[in-house]
C-alpha cells in the first residue's frame, strides 16, 4: 500500500509546528541569563554554557557589594571566565591551550605597539617568558603580565617623546635619496636602542617633510585664491566706477588703473604647467599692490550714495559684498605660511601629537590595557569575539540604538581635561540659552551630580569622566569649565540631561532629478543607511525611544512613493552591519516572503524568513556597497542579488563578514559581556559570504577598492570560507539578462567622461600607496607627488566644493561649517560623489530596459518552509 503524502502532511506540518515550538522556549529558557542581543549579526546560541556552569563561574560576584578592590576583582574574575567559555561557546570550539597562547601573546603586542617602533628586541626576550604560558596566566587570575607589558610600553612612549623632544628641531636634509618604511608590523623587532633611534629620526623627519610638502601646496592654493577674491573685488569695484552717478573721478581714475591691474591677474589665471612658478610669483605680487587702495572702496562708495540715484538697499548690498570679499582676502592671507613658520610649526605639531598620546596613557588605568589585554584572548579565535567592559557595553548599545541620555557634547582628551569638540544639534547643551553656555573648546574638569560636591576629573580617563557626565534623562549636572576664551577663567554650567538622537547615523532619503537621454527630467528615490540599528535595550532603560532601522526606512520609502519615484537606490556603502533581525526585515520591504538568510551553528542551519507578504517598494532597485559593506550589509545586497531583486553596484565585493556574534552578559553585566561568534551565516543560494563577500553585479571602484588591507582575509584569524545547501526559494525577476547590457552602457560613459577618468587615476595611485611600505625623504619627489594628486582632485572637483572655496570662506562662514547639519554635510558629500552620479544612470538603464520586477509573488510555500527544519 501506498503512502498518501497529501493526507499525512497536515499532521507533519502540525509535528513541525510542535517542535519548532519547543525549540522557541527552549531558547526562552536559556536566555534567562545568556541574552541574546543582536548586536553585528546575532542569533541566539545554542552552544553556551549551561545555566548551571555560568552559575558556578559567577555565583561569586553575583550577588554581593563590590569589596573595596572591586576593579581588580572583577578584572581577576574576567581573567577566570574567558578562557572556560570560549572553547564552550565559539563555533570552532578550540581549546586554549598553549597554541592558542601564542597566538593570544602576539595579539596583546601587537595591540600596543604595531608598527614595532617601541619596544627594543630586550623586552621581547623578556616577555616572550609568558608566550606559551597565556592561557594559565588568564586561568589562574595573574593579571602581572598584562601590567608588565603595558607599563613597559608606558615607559617606552616617553623614552620616544623625550627622543623627540631633542631632535625634532634638527636641520634635516631633504634633498637625498634616503627613505622612509612606514609599514613595520611584519618586520623584526629594533635590535637594540640605537637602532631604534635610526627608525626614529627617519620618522620625525617624514613628519616634518609631510607637513612641509603640505604646506606648501596649501600655500599655492591659498596664492591661487587670493588672486580670485581680489578679480571679486575688482568687479565691485569696475560697477562703482562705472556708474553714471559717481561723482569721485580722482578715485575712478585710480580704480580704473587697478581695473588693469586685475585684467592682468585675470589673464595670469589660464596658465599651463611649465610657468606654473612665474604664474605664482606673479600673483604674489598682485596681491600686494592694490593693498593700500583697497580701503579707498569706502570712500567711493559713500560718496556714490549720496550723488546717486541709486536705493540704500542696493548701496549696503554693494558694501557688503565688498566688506565680505575683504574679510575673505585677510583670512586667506593669513593662512599663507612663510618658510620659517612652516619649519617652526612641523616641529611643533610633530612633537605635541605623540605628547598627546603619552598624556593620554599616563592617565590611563587598567582598563585602557586589560581590555586589549582580554581581546588578545578572544581574537585569537576570530576577530569579531570580543570582551566589552561595562562601559565598552553601554557604548555598544549608544551604537545600536541611536540614543544616548546626557548633555550632548562631543568630548577629547586634551591637557588633562575633557575638551568639548562639538555640541550635537537638539541637544540639552545646544538648547541651553544661558551666558555661561558650553561652547567648543571649553575644557571640562569637574562634574558634581545635582547639589553634590564636584568631583575634580582633571587626568582622568576620557571614558570615566564620559561615564559621570552622562546619566538618566530628566538629572541635573553641574559642570565646572574653563572656557574657551579665557584659559585662566572658570564657569559653572548647569544642564538637566535628556535623550540625545545620533541622527547622523540615521537613514535619511531624498530625491534625485536626472535627465534622460531625450532630455527628459526623471524622478528617482535614494536612501542611505548608514548602520543596521535597532532599540536592544541592553542599558535596560525604559525611557529609552525605541529605533530600528526598518521601520524609519518603510517611512522614507513611503514619502519617496508618493513622490511617484520611478526606481530607488539603497545606499549601504560603508554600513558596517548591525542587527541580524533588522536586515532580515529590512530584505522584506522588497520581496513578498521566503527565506532571507541561513544561519548555520553547530548541529543544524536555520533559514531565517520574511513571513510578512507586504512590500513596500516594488519597482526597480538598485543596492550601492563598498568594501567596508559588512555583516547585515552583505545579507541585503546577497538576498537581493539572489532573488533577482536587486542590481548591486559598486567595489568589486563587500567586506566578507559572513559571522553571527552573540552578545553574553557576564554576572549581569556586572564584568562586562562576552560578545563571541557562534555561527555563521549563508546565502540562499548556500555560499558564504565570509572572507569573498558579495560581489558586484557592476563595479564601480571606490579608494576603498584599492587598499590592500581592507577585507575581512587580511584580518588576523579569519574563520574561513565554507558554504552549505541552497535554501528553498524561487527567484523574483531573472536580472541575468539585462546586467551584461548595463555593465557596457555604464563602462562606454565612463570612458567617455574625462572626470570619472581622472577619477579613476586617482584610485590607481591609492592603490600604489597602499602597497607601497616606504617613502621618499627628497622635498622636491615628494612635492611633485603631490602636486600631482592635487591636479587630478582639481580636476575632477566641483568648483562649488573646492578646497580653495572653503579656505576662502569667511571666519563666520568657518564658524558655520561647524554646525552643518547632517542635510548640509550630506548636500556637500553629494556634489563630490561620482560613483551614485553613475549610478543613477545605471538605474535609469535598468528603467528603461527591463522595467519593474515581474514576479513578486510569495517566493516560498508554507509546506516548503516546514521543510526547511529537516535540512
Known amino acids: 500500500m501506498s503512502l498518501n503524502f497529501k493526507k499525512i502532511r497536515p499532521y507533519i506540518a502540525l509535528l513541525l509546528t510542535i517542535t519548532a515550538l519547543s525549540i522557541l522556549i527552549e531558547k526562552a529558557v536559556v536566555a534567562k541569563k545568556i541574552t541574546a542581543v543582536y548586536g553585528d549579526n546575532i542569533t541566539l546560541a545554542q552552544n553556551s554554557a549551561s545555566e548551571s556552569e555560568l552559575a558556578a563561574f559567577i555565583s561569586e560576584y553575583d550577588n554581593e557589594e563590590p569589596p573595596p578592590d572591586a576593579e581588580e576583582r572583577r578584572a581577576m574574575a574576567v581573567s577566570k571566565l574567558l578562557p572556560e567559555m570560549m572553547p564552550e561557546i565559539h563555533i570552532t570550539h578550540k581549546k586554549f ?10 595579539n596583546y603586542l601587537d595591540s600596543l605597539d604595531f608598527d614595532r617602533v617601541y619596544f627594543i628586541r630586550s623586552d621581547i626576550d623578556e616577555f616572550k617568558h609568558y608566550e606559551n604560558s597565556f592561557h594559565k596566566l588568564m586561568q589562574n587570575k595573574d593579571l602581572s603580565f598584562a601590567k608588565l ?25 631633504f634633498t637625498t635619496s634616503d627613505e622612509y618604511v612606514w609599514k613595520r608590523k611584519n618586520m623584526p623587532w629594533p635590535a637594540d636602542k640605537e637602532e631604534l633611534d635610526s627608525i626614529w629620526i627617519k620618522r620625525i623627519a617624514n613628519s616634518i617633510l609631510a607637513y612641509r610638502v603640505n604646506s606648501e601646496i596649501s600655500n599655492e592654493k591659498n596664492t591661487k585664491h587670493l588672486a580670485e577674491i581680489r578679480i571679486d573685488i575688482a568687479r565691485e569695484l569696475r560697477s562703482i566706477v562705472e556708474s553714471d552717478t559717481n561723482t569721485n573721478k580722482l578715485a575712478e581714475i585710480e580704480l580704473t588703473n587697478e581695473l588693469a591691474i586685475f585684467d592682468t591677474a585675470i589673464a595670469a589665471l589660464d596658465h599651463t604647467p611649465t610657468n606654473t612658478a612665474e604664474r605664482l610669483e606673479l600673483q604674489k605680487n598682485l596681491m600686494f599692490s592694490t593693498t593700500n587702495k583697497i580701503s579707498k572702496i569706502e570712500a567711493v562708495t559713500t560718496a556714490a550714495a549720496g550723488e546717486n540715484e541709486t536705493s540704500p538697499s542696493e548701496e549696503n548690498s554693494a558694501t557688503n559684498r565688498l566688506t565680505t570679499l575683504i574679510q575673505q582676502y585677510t583670512f586667506v592671507e593669513n593662512s599663507i605660511k612663510t618658510p620659517e613658520k612652516t619649519v617652526s ?3 611643533k605639531e610633530t612633537l605635541d601629537n605623540y605628547v598627546r598620546f603619552e598624556n593620554i596613557l599616563k592617565d590611563s588605568d587598567q582598563e585602557f590595557y586589560l581590555g586589549r589585554y582580554f581581546n588578545a584572548m578572544t581574537t585569537a579565535y576570530d576577530p569579531h569575539s570580543n570582551y566589552l567592559s561595562p562601559v565598552t557595553l553601554e557604548d555598544f548599545g549608544i551604537d545600536m540604538q541611536l540614543s544616548l541620555q546626557g548633555i550632548g557634547a562631543q568630548l577629547q582628551s586634551e591637557d588633562g581635561a575633557a575638551k568639548i569638540m562639538e555640541i550635537i544639534p537638539g541637544s540639552p547643551a545646544e538648547r541651553d540659552q544661558s551666558d555661561t553656555k558650553l561652547v567648543p573648546g571649553d575644557k571640562i574638569i569637574g562634574v558634581a551630580q545635582g547639589d553634590e560636591e564636584f568631583v575634580d576629573i582633571r587626568h582622568w580617563p576620557l571614558y570615566k569622566a564620559v561615564r559621570l557626565i552622562r546619566g538618566p534623562k530628566g538629572s541635573t549636572v553641574r559642570l565646572q569649565v574653563i572656557p574657551a576664551n579665557d584659559p585662566n577663567g572658570l564657569k559653572v554650567v548647569i544642564l538637566v540631561r535628556d535623550e540625545i538622537k545620533l541622527e547622523e547615523q540615521a537613514a535619511s532619503s531624498r530625491i534625485e532629478k536626472i535627465s534622460d537621454e531625450n532630455g527628459v527630467e526623471r524622478k528617482l528615490g535614494y536612501i542611505k543607511l548608514p548602520t543596521f540599528y535597532s532599540s536592544m535595550n541592553i542599558d535596560k532603560k525604559p525611557d529609552v525611544t525605541p529605533r530600528s532601522a526598518t521601520i524609519d526606512v518603510a517611512s522614507l520609502i513611503a514619502e519617496l512613493n ?7 537606490i539603497l545606499d549601504l556603502r560603508n554600513n558596517g552591519g548591525g542587527s541580524l533581525p533588522e536586515a532580515v526585515y529590512l530584505t522584506g520591504l522588497f520581496i513578498r516572503t521566503g527565506p532571507v538568510v541561513q544561519v548555520k551553528e553547530a548541529r543544524r542551519t536555520i533559514p531565517l ?30 538576498a537581493l542579488q539572489d532573488y533577482g531583486r536587486a542590481v548591486i553596484v559598486g567595489d568589486s565585493s563587500t567586506h566578507g563578514k559572513g559571522t553571527v556574534q552573540t552578545l553574553i552578559p557576564l554576572a ?9 561568534t557562534t555561527a555563521s551565516f549563508y546565502r540562499i543560494n548556500g555560499s558564504s559570504t565570509q572572507i569573498r563577500g558579495v560581489e558586484s553585479d557592476i563595479v564601480l571602484p571606490s579608494a576603498f577598492d584599492y587598499f590592500s588591507d581592507l577585507g575581512e582575509g587580511k584580518l588576523d584569524n579569519p574563520i574561513p570560507w565554507s558554504r552549505t545547501g541552497p535554501a528553498r526559494y524561487r527567484v523574483v525577476d531573472p536580472l541575468e539578462d539585462v546586467i551584461p547590457t548595463l555593465r557596457e552602457r555604464s563602462e562606454k560613459r565612463r570612458q567617455e567622461n574625462e572626470k570619472w577618468c581622472n577619477h579613476m587615476k586617482i584610485l590607481e595611485r591609492f592603490g600604489v600607496f597602499s602597497t607601497n611600505k616606504v617613502f621618499s625623504l627628497n622635498f622636491e619627489e615628494r612635492l611633485a607627488k603631490a602636486r600631482e594628486d592635487e591636479e587630478l582632485n582639481r580636476k575632477i572637483a566641483d568648483d562649488t566644493s573646492s578646497a580653495a572655496t572653503e579656505m576662502g570662506d569667511s571666519i563666520i562662514k568657518q564658524e558655520e561649517k561647524k554646525r552643518k547639519t547632517k542635510e548640509e554635510k550630506e548636500k556637500e558629500a553629494r556634489k563630490r560623489d561620482m560613483v551614485l552620479d553613475e549610478t543613477l544612470n545605471i538605474l535609469l538603464d535598468l528603467i528603461d530596459l527591463h522595467g519593474s520586477p515581474r514576479n513578486l509573488r510569495s517566493s516560498l510555500s508554507p509546506y516548503d518552509f516546514l521543510d526547511s527544519f529537516f535540512r
Open 345 to 347: 610649526d612641523a616641529a
Open 149 to 173: 607589558v603595558f607599563e613597559r610600553f608606558r615607559e617606552r612612549v616617553s623614552d620616544r617623546v623625550e627622543f623627540i623632544r631633542a631632535n625634532v628641531t634638527n636641520n634635516f636634509d
Open 562 to 568: 508618493s513622490e511617484e519615484v520611478e526606481g530607488l
Open 668 to 676: 549581569d553585566g556586572k564584568l562586562g559581556s562576552l560578545k563571541t
Open 609 to 638: 524568513p520574511d513571513n510578512d507578504p507586504a512590500i513596500a517598494f516594488d519597482k526597480p532597485l538598485v543596492v550601492m556597497v563598498n568594501k567596508l559593506s559588512a555583516s547585515a550589509s552583505e545579507i541585503v545586497a546577497g
Open 97 to 106: 591551550d598553549e597554541k592558542m597562547s601564542m597566538v593570544a601573546w602576539t
